[in-house]
């Protein structure tokens, strides 16, 4: 679930030319990210598409290790867990940019 939402962030907010920063509390997704291969078949298509687009861009990821109890919000998104994930965010100012 982890690796997906990396891909997603990499699929959607396309950066060309950027160091993207990437926090996980995953060391599988991570060791993933960081050689971009894995042995299952899934996850190996998966880091491809992630490879083509970044390579597209001529961008990379750097990827940071944080302990599952440091990342609260991110953690409920892949429980799918909304009443949780709202109570992560509680008392912290979010700043909306529209466009």
């Keep these: 679930m982890e690796l997906y939402a990396v891909l997603d962030a990499v699929r959607y907010c396309r950066f060309k030319n950027a ?4 926090q ?3 060391t599988v997704a991570r060791g993933w990210c960081k050689k971009l291969g ?3 078949t899934v996850p190996t298509l998966m880091l491809r598409e992630m490879a083509m ?3 597209k861009d001529n961008s990379y990821l750097t990827l940071t ?3 599952s109890e440091d990342n609260k919000r991110a953690d409920t998104l892949s429980r799918d867990d909304m009443n949780e994930f709202m109570q992560a965010w509680e008392g912290v100012e979010v700043p909306w940019v529209l466009v």
């Design 38 to 40: 894995a042995t299952s």
């Design 65 to 67: 290790w944080v302990k």
């Design 53 to 55: 687009i970044l390579l």
């Design 24 to 26: 996980v509390d995953s």
């Design 19 to 22: 160091c993207i920063p990437v």
